[in-house]
């Protein structure tokens, strides 16, 4: 077995006893069915791996972790997220795919750094409008919801390359309509 890197913990009770040493926490495949609050207490977190438990909801205080630069949130039993999701202003990569959203909070959209956002396979009948304002977006996945449109505002990704769209419900009119705001990029429809 490897050892562990300095700073990394899979055991959310020693990670509280030392808070400011964390640097990665991995809870994966747990059966987490609750984060606590606490979890803001790990200032220097920059990656926190959830993937793969039975979380149903986050705490607000997620909202806390500044330095955060990885979230895996990926198969779960969210329904919804905070809208403090908004506070992680150094967030490169979000991972909400294979969860239960119907929707997600517009302050996503204040996630300026993020490069790839991942929310295939839930329930999403829409995307925020304030998805435009991920300037610095590369990959949107999309894939595996009830989509029937975008919003003219993906058009404002320009750094946008990879764009997943397929098992939805957008119409051929609409997937028309894909190209003229997302010229010179790859889609899969």
Known sequence: MQAE???????????????????????SKQKLTILPAEIGQLKNLYELNL?????????KEIGQLKSLLTLYLGKNLLT??????????SLLMLD????LLTTVPKEIGQLKNLRELY????????????TGQLKNLLMLHL??????????????????RLLF?????????????????IPKRNTDY
């Open 51 to 59: 993937y793969e438990n039975k979380l149903t909801t986050l705490p």
């Open 119 to 130: 929310l295939s396979n839930n329930q999403l009948t829409t995307v925020p409008k304030e």
């Open 80 to 89: 919804t997220v905070p809208n403090e999701i908004g506070q992680l202003k």
């Open 165 to 181: 769209l397929d098992a939805n419900l957008i119409l051929p009119k609409e997937l028309k309509r894909i190209p003229k705001f």
């Open 96 to 99: 909400l795919s294979k969860n």
């Open 5 to 27: 890197e300095p700073g990394t913990y899979r055991d959310l009770t020693k990670a509280f006893q030392n808070p400011l040493d964390v640097r990665v926490l991995n809870l």
């Open 143 to 160: 894939d595996e919801n009830i989509l029937t449109t975008l919003p003219n505002e993906i058009g404002q990704l320009k750094k946008l």
